[in-house]
């Protein structure tokens, strides 16, 4: 028992330590997350691998998929629901990721 209690308490540390990614005004007053284009975008406990240059998505284990055409990256910033509605996207691709799908 204790086991899974240490388990818990580690993988909750590790959750704590994943970095966000910066929450900036945008010109419209809305908050917009910056994506990282070098790596994990992550944002209220949720990290996404986005690509704005090919208009993909990947959920760390699933496969990469399309960002929704509603939703628009070229500034290299998104809205809280627009990554929300990414991550619903990038969790339904499925399959596991591999090297050869990750644009």
């Known amino acids: 028992m204790s086991k899974w209690i240490g388990l818990s308490a580690l993988a909750l540390l590790a959750a704590c330590d994943v970095p966000q990614a910066p929450v900036v005004t945008g010109?419209?007053?809305?908050?917009?997350?910056?994506?990282?284009?070098?790596?994990?975008?992550?944002?209220?406990?949720?990290?996404?691998?986005?690509?704005?240059?090919?208009?993909?998505?990947?959920?760390i284990g699933n496969r990469t998929t399309g960002i929704p055409s509603n939703i628009n990256v070229n500034d290299g910033t998104v809205t809280p629901s627009e990554f929300k509605q990414m991550g619903v996207v990038a969790s339904l691709a499925g399959g596991v990721g591999s090297g050869s799908d990750r644009g």
Not at 37 to 59: E, H, K, M, Q
């Open 27 to 59: 010109a419209d007053g809305q908050p917009r997350i910056q994506i990282n284009t070098s790596g994990l975008t992550c944002y209220d406990t949720r990290c996404l691998d986005i690509n704005p240059a090919a208009r993909s998505v990947r959920s």
